[in-house]
């Protein structure tokens, strides 16, 4: 089984410029997250997606940071203008869904994707 | 809301000694509780979770963890470590609810003496 997908690897970027990161998650997963992982700390839910709508995207920044799963599958994290403090790793991570779920009662695993390393200098 | 604290940015012990890592939790309603790893340049690896089953979690080489409620902890114990043990561990609760993303402690990275 194909595992979590992210492209870039690594992207450097000048401040004020804009950058876009793809993610594509395993399939048949309907829940995707995207976090942020600035060096020496552990990552930070940006937003999660259940299918192509929105659950949680309350630590998203969204003066500068967007995203979005239009079709429930892959999906693409934006930011624009990129400031110094957006250096980080921009990990992606997808599981199963069901009605319980929801509920809060089952948990299923998330898969990582490797990560797009962001360098804004 | 919720939160997870680790006790010790870095941890170093020797090639077959006892592996303990610290994680305490806040969370205001009963916790999914989880520990990941992370290698160099690679993506997050979970290695067990709690949720509200057994109390003492195995997971996956040969690690596990013992969730205590009165202390509010989720340590981490591997009786013998590898020098392949060497990484980031980190600790995350789930949020509650409909949403289920994770948040993190700040890791800890565990060092192997030879």
């Known amino acids: 089984e194909a595992g979590v997908a992210q492209s870039p690897r690594y992207k450097i970027i000048e401040k004020r410029q804009s950058v876009a990161f793809w993610c594509n998650p395993i399939?048949?997963?309907?829940?995707l997250y995207w976090y942020q992982q600035i060096l020496g700390q552990g990552p930070k839910l940006l937003i999660q997606f259940q299918n192509n709508g929105v659950v949680d995207d309350s630590q998203l920044p969204k003066d500068r940071f967007s995203a979005e799963r239009l079709k429930g599958v892959d999906s693409t994290l934006k930011i624009q203008p990129a400031k110094l403090e957006d250096s980080a790793v921009y990990l992606c991570a997808s599981s199963l869904d069901s009605p319980y779920l929801r509920a809060g009662k089952e948990h299923y695993e998330q898969y990582f994707g490797p990560g797009t390393r962001l360098t804004v200098t | 809301a919720q939160s997870v604290t680790q006790l010790g940015s870095h941890v170093s012990v020797s090639e077959g000694a006892l592996v303990l890592l610290r994680c305490n939790y806040s969370?205001?309603?009963?916790?999914?509780l989880f520990w990941y790893v992370q290698y160099p340049n690679q993506g997050l690896q979970l290695l067990l979770k709690?949720?509200?089953?057994?109390?003492l979690v195995k997971g996956i080489n040969g690690f596990e963890a013992e969730f205590k409620k009165s202390e509010t902890s989720f340590h981490l114990t591997k009786p013998s470590a590898h020098m392949s043990d060497a990484a980031e561990y980190f600790c995350?609760?789930?949020?509650?609810?409909?949403?289920?993303?994770?948040?993190f402690g700040k890791g800890t990275h565990l060092i192997i003496q030879p």
């Open positions: 969370s205001s309603v009963p916790p999914y």
């Open positions: 709690y949720t509200s089953a057994a109390t």
């Open positions: 995350a609760v789930r949020a509650g609810g409909g949403a289920d993303g994770l948040t």
């Open positions: 399939s048949g997963h309907a829940t």
